[in-house]
């Protein structure tokens, strides 16, 4: 199922998207690219040995993160953290002409379509899960095809951003609206702390804005 490129506006802002690899950070509400370079998820043997921790959303839900690297800014030790799951994204299609489609993120539509995706994905033995800040499947990914890619573009004013390629997984149908479910190419990471309670939060948009030039030049020199 191949899919040219499309334009997408924002993307939920405390997600930190790794591609060749792109950290995404903040700007204005959406996110921006950082070159860099790391290795996608780790291997089998070293996922068993990579020490865990457990982001946990206002609603919630919880999403199990290896932690990458780990960097200590001003005495605040920061975490870079990727999820133990592959996260996926659902997309919703407008067969038109220009075949524009736009990311599900609105949390009503997601319970409306929860299990319609999650039953077509059971089909490739993958288990949706509602994980915090992005939905996840647990199993083993399909071999990547060239046909089944999707090119995103993600729209940003003032910042030139790469654009994000995605792995088609399944479609289905949701009264007669086409959805697919995709997953990046590149890894998902986050930016995280240990808050006063011991417990672990993203960094909001303000805080990592304070912290960036520090956080991007120690990671710069970690990953050499």
């Not at 993160?65 to 200590?72: A, V």
């Not at 929860?114 to 288990?127: G, I, K, P, R, Y």
């Not at 990547?144 to 792995?167: A, G, H, N, R």
């Not at 479609?171 to 995280?192: G, I, N, W």
Request: hydrophobic share 40%.
């Amino acid at each position: 199922m191949f899919r040219d490129i499309l334009n997408f506006g924002d993307r939920s802002p405390n997600l930190f998207q790794v591609g060749r690899i792109n950290t995404f950070s903040f700007v204005k509400g959406k996110l921006a690219p950082i070159s860099m370079s790391s290795t996608p998820y780790p291997e089998e043997n070293e996922s068993s040995q990579a020490e865990t921790v457990t982001l946990t959303d206002t609603s919630g839900r919880a999403l199990d993160c290896y932690i990458e690297h780990s960097l200590e800014v001003e005495g605040i030790e920061y975490l870079l953290l990727l999820p133990v799951d592959a996260p996926v994204e659902i997309v919703a299609w407008n067969e038109s002409e220009s075949e524009e489609a736009a990311l599900v993120e609105d949390e009503a539509e997601i319970d409306q379509i929860f299990a319609d995706a999650q039953a077509v994905l059971s089909e490739l033995n993958l288990t949706l899960k509602r994980t915090a800040y992005t939905l996840t499947v647990l199993g083993e990914l399909p071999e990547v095809e060239e046909d089944d890619i999707l090119t995103i573009e993600m729209e940003e004013e003032e910042t030139e951003i790469e654009p994000e390629q995605f792995q088609f997984l399944a479609s289905f149908y949701h009264k007669e609206q086409e959805y697919a479910v995709y997953t990046p190419l590149d890894p998902l990471l986050f930016f995280a702390r240990e808050d006063n309670t011991g417990k672990i939060q993203l960094l909001s948009p303000e805080e990592f804005k304070k912290v960036q030039p520090q956080l991007e030049e120690l990671l710069f020199d970690d990953l050499e």
